[in-house]
């Protein structure tokens, strides 16, 4: 009876070949790298008011949730609130807020305020980004 896994000589030589290809595309590539596009929730859930807009002043951050969706908010300026996810794309630990950062406790992530761009530790990806605005006097998120 023969086994379904191949021999250690096999697996090395297939091994090497997926090295030695993944090597050759990756040199076919361009000195830059490309910044990763944050990626943003679907459009088309509805708008929830998730705080007044007194209680976010500008340049501060806080935390919302709508149902079981945690939220990280920052207000850039007085027009402008940016609202992401609070669940770090590293492992999925819950990310906090700091004066100049969202970061994650679990493994040191630290996330931009207004991109949510990955800038420290383990994580690479951005964190998810909601639509939101301010509304009169409330901060209202598309979730």
Same mark, same amino acid.
């Given at each position: 009876?023969t086994s379904p896994c191949c021999d250690r000589r096999r697996f090395l030589?297939? $091994?090497?070949?997926?090295?030695? =290809?993944?090597?050759?595309?990756?040199?076919?590539?361009?000195?830059?790298?490309?910044?990763?596009?944050?990626?943003?929730?679907?459009?088309?859930? =509805?708008?929830?008011?998730?705080?007044?807009?007194?209680?976010?002043?500008?340049?501060?951050? $806080?935390?919302?949730?709508?149902?079981?969706?945690?939220?990280?908010?920052?207000?850039?300026?007085?027009?402008?609130?940016?609202?992401?996810?609070?669940?770090?794309?590293?492992?999925?630990?819950?990310?906090?807020?700091?004066?100049?950062?969202?970061?994650?406790?679990?493994?040191?992530s630290i996330f931009n305020l207004e991109t949510g761009a990955a800038e420290?530790?383990?994580?690479?990806?951005?964190?998810?980004?909601?639509p939101a605005e301010i509304d009169g006097e409330a901060i209202r998120v598309?979730?």
């Amino acid at each position: 009876m023969t086994s379904p896994c191949c021999d250690r000589r096999r697996f090395l030589h297939a $091994s090497a070949l997926t090295a030695g =290809s993944a090597a050759l595309l990756t040199a076919c590539g361009t000195d830059e790298s490309p910044e990763p596009a944050t990626p943003t929730r679907a459009e088309g859930g =509805s708008w929830t008011e998730v705080m007044p807009l007194a209680d976010l002043e500008v340049g501060a951050s $806080s935390t919302a949730e709508i149902g079981e969706t945690q939220l990280l908010l920052h207000r850039s300026d007085e027009d402008t609130v940016h609202a992401f996810s609070a669940v770090c794309t590293h492992e999925g630990c819950a990310v906090g807020t700091e004066p100049e950062r969202f970061a994650c406790p679990c493994h040191g992530s630290i996330f931009n305020l207004e991109t949510g761009a990955a800038e420290g530790g383990p994580a690479r990806d951005p964190l998810t980004r909601y639509p939101a605005e301010i509304d009169g006097e409330a901060i209202r998120v598309q979730a």
